[in-house]
């Protein structure tokens, strides 16, 4: 398994490449987008530089790193000779459908078929690779050159084989994975970190305590590096506000009621450090 591509050069896709290609493997890293694929080899550039001048490589191993991560804009040429692929495009279901089902007519036969969604279970996207069996989830976490976590997640029709493949895979790049024996939504960080950020939610909109004490009471008390309303603000009130939205409204389950308090910010325009102002004023 010494043959990796990767799909999609975005945030994700391009750190994935390149932390494969710090492990030793040649990557093959495609995107529709030339300027993606440019934009993606200069950070990783910068971010290896910053390793370099910290002393934690040398600037020859960077280079060798940096070099073994082949761009293209083909996906042919990305996945004929692969043993692993992993895609990393937009998260959009059609978009996705559309590169399984090239992966499955271009990739070799044994290559698994790994997608890096966070939201849609790989049973949506592997039916049309026609190799379902070889499909697997594989949820990294941003930024993938620094975050340690994989999520494995088997699919109905996933192989045993695939499972093992896809875990040594990620043990070979540096990553710890851990495995989902069922598809779930928001796999197993995602939906810890709801359940607690709802219940901060509801000690304070019941005014048990303010926001800054949950904050500090989590920090402190947890050793979380940041409270949830500090990691509201960081990812932006609006992706937490929508996404409990689309999950009371596709469930009807109370526990995913967006609370009012942050439904007030949202609608009044403080959506955390993007604006300026959310939970916390960062003017
Ligand atoms: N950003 C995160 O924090 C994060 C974390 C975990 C998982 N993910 C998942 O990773 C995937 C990518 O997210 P991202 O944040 O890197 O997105 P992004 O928007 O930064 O990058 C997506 C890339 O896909 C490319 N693309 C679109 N259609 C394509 C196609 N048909 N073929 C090849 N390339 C195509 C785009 O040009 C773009 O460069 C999504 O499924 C997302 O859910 C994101």
């Not at 000690?203 to 509201?232: C, H, Q, Y």
Request: aromatic residues 6%; charged residues 25%.
């Amino acid at each position: 398994m010494r043959r990796l591509a990767v799909v999609g050069a975005g945030s994700m896709g391009a750190q994935i490449a390149q932390q494969a290609a710090l492990h030793g493997m040649e990557v093959r890293l495609q995107d529709v987008s030339g300027v993606q694929l440019t934009r993606g080899a200069e950070s990783n550039r910068s971010l290896l530089q910053r390793r370099v001048e910290k002393g934690r490589m040398t600037a020859d191993e960077m280079e060798t790193a940096l070099t073994r991560v082949h761009q293209t804009t083909e996906l042919t040429e990305a996945v004929v000779e692969a043993d692993f692929v992993i895609e990393a495009v937009v998260e959009r279901l059609d978009a996705k459908l559309r590169v399984f089902a090239e992966l499955g007519r271009l990739a070799p036969a044994h290559a698994i078929l790994a997608s890096n969604s966070s939201t849609m279970g790989i049973s949506k996207l592997a039916p049309a690779s026609g190799r379902p069996d070889r499909c697997c989830n594989m949820h990294f976490f941003y930024p993938p050159l620094v975050m340690e976590l994989v999520e494995v997640v088997r699919g109905p029709e996933t192989s045993d084989a695939t499972v093992e493949r896809a875990m040594a895979f990620a043990r070979s790049i540096g990553r710890t994975p851990v495995l989902l024996h069922t598809e779930i939504d928001g796999f197993i960080v995602n939906r810890i970190l709801h359940m607690a950020s709802q219940e901060a939610y509801r000690l304070l909109d019941s005014g048990v305590a303010s926001f800054e004490d949950i904050d500090t009471a989590v920090e402190k008390g947890l050793n979380w590096p940041m409270g949830p309303f500090r990691l509201g603000d960081f990812s932006g009130l609006d992706v937490t506000y929508n996404a409990r939205l689309h999950m009371y409204q596709t469930t009807g389950d109370e526990r995913y009621r967006p609370s009012p308090q942050l439904e007030a910010k949202v609608k009044a325009g403080y959506l955390g450090r993007k604006t300026g102002r959310g939970w916390y004023d960062y003017s």
